[in-house]
């Protein structure tokens, strides 16, 4: 953890001066809020049972590592994908209450828009792969995650 954040737990990652550097890998910030929610700060668990991952989750970060054995620059913009309600003052607090939760809720549905906005910049299957023919052609450098036995690794 050193020596990829600096000693920075994830949820405060943005807070270290990597992450305000240029010199800052962009894939970091995006990675570290993935696995985020991997972990569990009140109890220690393996990822088995009722804390089992799904296919779906697995396959992500498969790619992900399969990336971060890759030449390839983290394409994709930074998205802020917490939910509203942590970054609201205390004036968006009090004219969510006054409204019963539709100033929220407006929040949420803009932020939800963005979401499916960001995913057709690229090939959003993919991702953190920019482009589904770096994926393919990762793949192939990298047998491991292609479902094949190989030899050697």
């Not at 917490?82 to 409204?99: E, M, V, Y």
């Not at 990762?138 to 050697?152: A, M, T």
């Given at each position: 953890m050193e020596d990829v954040t600096d000693g920075w737990l994830p949820?405060?990652?943005?807070?270290?001066?990597?992450?305000?550097?240029?010199?800052?890998?962009?894939?970091?910030?995006?990675m570290l809020e993935l696995c985020w929610g991997l972990y569990d700060d009140t109890k220690n668990h393996k990822?088995?049972?009722?804390?089992?991952?799904?296919n779906e989750n697995l396959n992500i970060i498969a790619r992900c590592i399969l990336f971060m054995h890759s030449d390839n620059e983290y394409?994709?913009?930074?998205?802020?994908?917490?939910?509203?309600?942590?970054?609201?003052?205390?004036?968006?607090?009090?004219?969510?209450?006054?409204?019963?939760?539709?100033h929220y809720r407006n929040h949420?549905?803009?932020?939800?828009?963005?979401?499916y906005e960001w995913q057709k910049l690229g090939d959003y299957k993919v991702w953190p792969f920019f482009r589904l023919n770096d994926y393919e052609?990762?793949?192939?450098?990298?047998?491991?995650?292609?479902?094949?036995?190989?030899?050697?690794?």
């Open positions: 949820e405060q990652y943005y807070r270290s001066k990597i992450a305000k550097s240029e010199d800052e890998d962009l894939i970091i910030r995006p990822l088995i049972h009722a804390y089992k991952l799904s394409e994709w913009p930074y998205l802020d994908t917490k939910n509203p309600i942590l970054n609201f003052s205390l004036q968006d607090l009090i004219l969510s209450i006054l409204t019963l939760g539709h949420r549905e803009k932020q939800l828009i963005s979401y052609k990762q793949l192939r450098q990298y047998p491991f995650l292609s479902g094949k036995q190989s030899v050697g690794i």
